[in-house]
């Protein structure tokens, strides 16, 4: 049985990153998501289905479009792979439950986000409202069980969610404005970004999210000014910092929070 959950687990991710790929590709241009039928991006013609199978298609086909020969880009298989590892996890964490609906929710908007700000330095608006959107139905589940997911039970422990990482890196942009009259000093997309992280971790686990994503983020910006491939004064995309340290928090934050706030902090 263990063996079917994950084999359909697999076959959801493949599935979930063809769509997450879309994403990608056309919410950075306005573009429509599902638009029909699926396009050769060289060429322009529509996809048959071999080039539609998740990596597989990728393999058969050599890795080259069938209607105009020209190389199919590998990061469409490398983010389809990368969400079905993701769900696998996942599962694996959480079994079949409300929280593994809610993790896999929430990751697949986030893994979207990730390569988007990497691209193009922004994190859509219209990511961040689907994630709030969700992390208010969680609440209203909160509400209407009392069953606790990652750890919280109380519906206003999600909203309270926001102060730690939105809150937190509101003032922070804020004060970078101020002082370095500029409003490049943090963007206003990682900041809203944490709304639907929030909402969805609690104000528990979104306290550890902000402490890894800072930390994640300040050690590879150390490591890259050491190796001379960054100046002091070079920035880097915040949103993916974001994404993997919520994703450990995800898994391990409560865990993270018992250790390092309650026994050290002695809070």
Do not use: Q
């Not at 991006?41 to 996809?47: D, M, Q, T």
């Not at 979207?112 to 922004?122: E, K, L, N, S, T």
């Not at 639907?196 to 528990?204: A, D, H, K």
């Amino acid at each position: 049985m263990d063996c079917f959950y994950y084999s359909l687990m697999f076959i959801l991710g493949l599935a979930a990153g063809m769509l997450i790929n879309a994403c990608i590709c056309r919410i950075p241009f306005g573009k429509p998501l599902f638009k029909l039928p699926l396009s050769c991006a060289e060429c322009g013609a529509a996809l048959g289905l071999t080039e539609r199978i998740p990596v597989l298609g990728y393999i058969v086909l050599k890795g080259k479009y069938r209607c105009c020969g020209k190389g199919i880009s590998l990061r469409y298989s490398i983010v389809e792979l990368l969400t079905a590892v993701v769900f696998l996890i996942l599962l694996k964490r959480f079994s079949v439950s409300a929280e593994l609906l809610a993790a896999v929710f929430l990751m697949s908007i986030l893994i979207a986000v990730f390569f988007i700000d990497i691209d193009h330095r922004i994190i859509p608006d219209s990511l961040v409202v689907a994630g709030i959107a969700g992390g208010l139905v969680l609440a209203a589940y909160n509400a209407f069980t009392g069953a606790p997911v990652f750890g919280e039970g109380f519906w206003g422990g999600r909203l309270l969610g926001l102060l730690p990482g939105t809150g937190v890196f509101f003032l922070v942009a804020l004060i970078g404005m101020l002082i370095y009259k500029t409003e490049d000093a943090m963007g206003m997309g990682d900041v809203k970004l944490f709304a639907p992280i929030g909402i969805f971790l609690g104000w528990r686990l979104c306290i550890v999210a902000v402490m890894l994503t800072v930390i994640l983020s300040g050690i590879t910006g150390i490591v890259l000014i050491v190796l001379r491939l960054k100046e002091r004064k070079d920035t880097i995309p915040f949103g993916p910092f974001i994404v993997i340290g919520t994703f450990i928090a995800m898994l391990y934050g409560m865990d993270i929070f018992n250790w390092y706030i309650c026994r050290i902090a002695g809070i």
